[in-house]
């Protein structure tokens, strides 16, 4: 599903932005979820916040957290990136809420776990990658994902903290978009200089002989793994469990 050119804007510049590739009125009922989880986790006490202030919140097992979040995470076009990045066996990480609140800093840049805990050289194919999905209209003022094309082929290097690169982009687009991230790019969140939250989806996904960062099959519900469908089974891990021979 994905064409030539955009395989090989992955391949040169390790992002992929695919523009309004979820339909308005999906887009719309994902942010209207995603603010109410967030706000519910929150009252309970049990909000994920982080940088400073507490002006950024995740939003953990989304799977877990309403049907349409199940079907979402088996989008064909974003799949199609992942399964190109990181093979058609690739499972799902993690699929996660995260909200920019006004006054959000920026966050800095970093490539993504477990890259980042590797010895160097980094492996130069892919491990890991990220979707971000837009559920407002990404702008410089509200923090739209800032990354260094092309930064995924420093094998030995990482993003030091406080330095300026002149070659660091923001990524804007309109909502209903995914920006699809090789998790070796330098990238991080930006400033939200607004009055509204910036929300978004991020899924993550990484090859099938990487542990992912949440265990799925034990925190997503029974009736859920019942239902799912082949693909969305494999993005949880049941395909590549390990082996039980004595």
Same mark, same amino acid.
């Given at each position: 599903?994905? =064409?030539?050119?955009?395989?090989?804007?992955?391949? #040169?510049n390790?992002i992929l932005?695919?523009e309004?590739?979820?339909?308005?009125? =999906? =887009?719309?009922?994902?942010?209207?979820?995603s603010?109410?989880?967030a706000a519910?986790? #929150?009252?309970?006490?049990?909000?994920?916040?982080?940088l400073?202030?507490? =002006?950024?919140?995740?939003?953990?097992? +989304?799977?877990?957290?309403?049907?349409i979040f199940?079907?979402?995470?088996q989008?064909?076009?974003?799949?199609?990136?992942?399964?190109?990045l990181?093979?058609?066996?690739? %499972?799902?990480?993690s699929?996660?809420?995260?909200?920019?609140? *006004?006054?959000? *800093?920026d966050?800095?840049?970093?490539?993504?776990?477990p890259?980042s805990?590797? *010895?160097t *050289?980094?492996?130069s194919f892919?491990?890991?990658?990220n979707?971000?999905?837009?559920?407002?209209?990404?702008? +410089?003022?509200?923090?739209?994902t800032?990354?260094?094309?092309?930064?995924?082929k420093q094998?030995?290097?990482?993003?030091?903290?406080?330095?300026?690169?002149?070659?660091?982009?923001?990524?804007?687009?309109?909502r209903?978009?995914?920006?699809i991230?090789?998790g070796s790019?330098?990238?991080g969140?930006?400033?939200?200089? %607004?009055?509204?939250p910036?929300?978004? +989806?991020?899924g993550?996904?990484?090859r099938?002989i990487l542990?992912?960062?949440?265990?799925? +099959?034990?925190?997503?519900?029974?009736?859920?793994?019942?239902?799912?469908t082949?693909i969305?089974?494999?993005?949880?891990?049941l395909n590549?469990l390990?082996?039980?021979?004595m």
């Amino acid at each position: 599903m994905l =064409t030539i050119a955009e395989k090989n804007k992955l391949d #040169q510049n390790g992002i992929l932005l695919l523009e309004k590739v979820i339909d308005l009125d =999906t =887009t719309l009922q994902l942010r209207e979820r995603s603010l109410e989880l967030a706000a519910e986790e #929150q009252k309970a006490g049990k909000g994920h916040t982080y940088l400073q202030n507490d =002006t950024a919140q995740r939003v953990w097992n +989304l799977i877990n957290k309403g049907k349409i979040f199940e079907e979402a995470i088996q989008h064909s076009k974003m799949l199609a990136a992942m399964e190109y990045l990181l093979g058609a066996d690739c %499972t799902l990480s993690s699929f996660t809420v995260n909200i920019l609140y *006004p006054g959000a *800093p920026d966050a800095g840049l970093h490539i993504d776990y477990p890259l980042s805990a590797l *010895p160097t *050289p980094r492996p130069s194919f892919p491990m890991v990658a990220n979707s971000v999905w837009f559920l407002d209209n990404f702008t +410089l003022e509200n923090g739209a994902t800032s990354c260094i094309p092309r930064s995924h082929k420093q094998l030995e290097a990482l993003p030091e903290s406080g330095v300026e690169y002149a070659d660091k982009q923001q990524i804007c687009g309109p909502r209903g978009s995914v920006l699809i991230v090789n998790g070796s790019i330098w990238h991080g969140s930006s400033e939200n200089r %607004t009055n509204s939250p910036r929300v978004a +989806l991020l899924g993550f996904f990484c090859r099938s002989i990487l542990k992912p960062q949440q265990d799925h +099959l034990k925190i997503v519900s029974d009736e859920i793994i019942e239902r799912a469908t082949p693909i969305l089974k494999r993005l949880l891990g049941l395909n590549s469990l390990p082996n039980l021979n004595m």
